[in-house]
T-cell receptor, first 117, second 112 residues
Framework: DAGVIQSPRHEVTEMGQEVTLRCKPI?????LFWYRQTMMRGLELLIY????????DSGMPEDRFSAKMPNASFSTLKIQPSEPRDSAVYFC???????????????FGPGTRLTVL | AQTVTQSQPEMSVQEAETVTLSCTYD???????LFWYKQPPSRQMILVIR??????QNATENRFSVNFQKAAKSFSLKISDSQLGDAAMYFC?????????FGTGTRLQVFP
């Protein structure tokens, strides 16, 4: 398996523009997670899905952020409109359900470095 | 709420030596998992090792081992025979029923 795939790897945009980040989880994984990493706040869980259904979006910073998972092999994280404070590395991760809780070992994608000017 | 604390922002070690990274956590749960992830300059988050709380035996993966002290809520990572490629940020993480909760990380430098 190729692992978790994210695109683009780098995104530079101007304030006010719409940004869409994409993720393809490892085939067969039940769970998909979106994280944001900044120097100030470290790693933050934004939202996660189980079988394509959003379970907890309490980490989504505000209404400008939205995430979808239309099928088991694809998810998007959208920021509209983007702001400079959204600049960060965004990670997607996926995992199996192993019967001991909704997450076990999470495998991370390479991340998308977003810069909003 | 569960918390994870890594009290060492930076550590350094000489190549071939051993280094221990500290992690403590706070939880009222009895069943949970603990993880160490490595993040090299490439930013990729790489799983290093995992430990199930119900197992008393400390997990080991080649040169990496943990010292899991459940009563003390401590989960340290020992890296033996350190290599230049071990230089990275190391994150301790906790999971009980759903989310992974990460510590703030320890930056490890390896000197030749």
């Amino acid at each position: 398996d190729a692992g978790v795939i994210q695109s683009p790897r780098h995104e530079v945009t101007e304030m006010g523009q719409e940004v869409t980040l994409r993720c393809k989880p490892i085939s067969g994984h039940d769970y998909l997670f979106w994280y944001r990493q900044t120097m100030m706040r470290g790693l933050e869980l934004l939202i996660y899905f189980n079988n394509n259904v959003p379970i907890d979006d309490s980490g989504m910073p505000e209404d400008r952020f939205s995430a979808k998972m239309p099928n088991a092999s694809f998810s998007t994280l959208k920021i509209q409109p983007s702001e400079p404070r959204d600049s960060a590395v965004y990670f997607c991760a996926s995992s199996w359900l192993l019967g001991r809780g909704p997450t076990d070992t999470q495998y991370f994608g390479p991340g998308t470095r977003l810069t909003v000017l | 709420a569960q918390t994870v604390t890594q009290s060492q922002p930076e550590m350094s070690v000489q190549e071939a030596e051993t280094v221990t990274l500290s992690c403590t956590y706070d939880t009222s749960e009895s069943d949970y998992y603990l993880f160490w992830y490595k993040q090299p300059p490439s930013r990729q988050m790489i799983l290093v090792i995992r430990q199930e709380a119900y197992k008393q035996q400390n997990a080991t993966e080649n040169r990496f081992s943990v010292n899991f002290q459940k009563a003390a809520k401590s989960f340290s990572l020992k890296i033996s025979d350190s290599q230049l490629g071990d230089a990275a940020m190391y994150f301790c993480a906790y999971r009980s029923t759903d989310k992974l909760i990460f510590g703030t990380g320890t930056r490890l430098q390896v000197f030749p």
